[in-house]
């Protein structure tokens, strides 16, 4: 495999020119956070925002340039705002850039940058959390093998950049394969497809990236992965509601989003943030999902309501949307989660993979312009 060396890279970058000023964007200091791992290169190149649509065809062609050179798979090129504020942001005399994050906005119709990213993908659904901790990852992970189970072609895109579970989740090792046209394949297990940034960098290995680092990692992942023609693609958000949600609502034709919650007040908290953030955007909010519900001791049969019960049920019919269903807080989940066969593929007739089962019947039934069937109630003997 041929190495890729920092001088190459920006080598190459040498070459693109910034038509306002008629210098290149190495001699500029341009260039910030470059990183090449393995066969995958990243940067962000820095600008002032009034120029950001001026400067596009300058980040294509730097992208380009990068991706012409020998050994080169992917490459991941973004725009990012310098500091308009004296000393803000300064390491000695190298000032650090300080992305601008839009605020929310309507993404209204489909443009065609928004169809490109993935032509052939006819549902993309979001499964968000207001914070992290409730189990959101392993609840994409189930609903996305029980909505294969129907018999629906399902990709998993993982995009919680920071905190990539999925890799593990589903028992995937190894890196994505290049094709000849420069996209990568995605890993497959299970009967479905996914990608996430896991597969590219070591797990142990954390992502130090600004806000438009992790927007333009975002689209690529969707743009330069050969999803093929998929019915549904579920996206693993990261929690919260920052820039990776505006990102998904605003370039991504989203059909809709699925908040998960645990029963307790303060995770409730924040999952009606998730909620609000999504209807701001106008993204359909397919229903929310209580997570860790009820725990019942395998030892006595004892039911203990750990967090609370039925929490997002009253919830969602405070805030006018669907209550989709209720998943135990079991050992059993977590740990066939842990060791990459989860509990849909490792113990397809308990009432835990029937309940995830139902949650997926109920959001391909509102995909599909069908009527809700009433809630899946766990009954544990």
């Given amino acids: 495999m041929v ?15 910034d038509p306002r000023t008629g210098t290149d964007i190495i001699a ?21 925002p009034a ?17 012409a050179l020998p050994g080169v798979s992917s490459v991941t090129a973004v725009l990012t705002a310098h500091s308009s504020v004296p000393g803000a942001g300064q390491t000695g005399d190298r000032a650090t850039p300080a992305p601008q994050a839009p605020g929310p906005q309507a993404p209204g119709p489909q443009t065609p940058a928004q169809r490109d990213l993935v032509p052939d993908v006819t549902w993309i659904i979001a499964i968000a959390s207001g914070k992290g901790g409730v189990g959101k990852s392993t609840t994409a992970v189930n609903l996305a093998l029980a909505l294969a189970g129907l018999g629906l072609a399902v990709g998993l895109l993982d995009a919680d950049i920071y905190g990539p579970s999925i890799p593990r989740m589903l028992g995937i090792k190894g890196k ?64 919260g509601t920052g820039d990776a949600q ?79 269903g209720e998943i135990p807080l079991d050992m059993a989940i977590r740990v066939t989660s842990d060791s990459g066969q989860p509990i849909v593929i490792d113990q397809p007739d308990s009432p835990h993979a029937e309940a995830y089962r139902a949650i ?18 766990i009954v544990m003997e």
Wanted: hydrophobic share 50%.
């Fill in 28 to 48: 500029q200091n341009m260039v910030r956070g470059l990183i090449i791992k393995d066969r995958n290169v990243g940067f962000a190149i820095e600008i002032d």
């Fill in 246 to 324: 505006l990102t998904m609502a605003q370039r991504v034709p989203l059909a809709g989003a699925v908040i998960v919650s645990t029963p307790q007040d303060i995770a409730l908290l924040d999952a009606r943030k998730g909620l609000h953030m999504f209807r701001k955007v106008d993204v359909p909010v397919l229903g929310i999902i209580e997570n860790m519900s009820t725990f019942v001791c395998p030892n006595c049969g004892h039911q203990t309501d750990i967090f609370g019960h039925g929490g997002a049920r009253t919830e969602a019919e405070r805030l006018g949307c669907d209550f989709l």
């Fill in 51 to 67: 120029d950001s649509e001026a400067m596009e065809p300058v980040r294509k062609a730097a992208e380009a340039a990068v991706r």
């Fill in 176 to 239: 994505p394969q290049p094709l000849p046209d420069k996209r990568i394949a995605p890993m497959e297990n299970y009967g479905i497809k996914a990608m996430s940034i896991g597969f590219l960098v070591d797990e142990e290995t954390p992502m130090i990236w600004r806000g438009p680092m992790v927007m333009g990692a975002l689209e690529q992942m969707l743009r330069d992965v050969e999803w093929g023609r998929l019915d549904i693609l579920v996206v693993d958000m990261p929690p």
């Fill in 360 to 377: 997926a019947t109920a959001i391909a039934a509102k995909l599909a312009g069908e009527p809700v069937r009433a809630a899946p109630q």
């Fill in 3 to 17: 190495a890729i060396a920092d001088a190459d890279v920006r080598a190459a970058l040498a070459d693109i020119i």
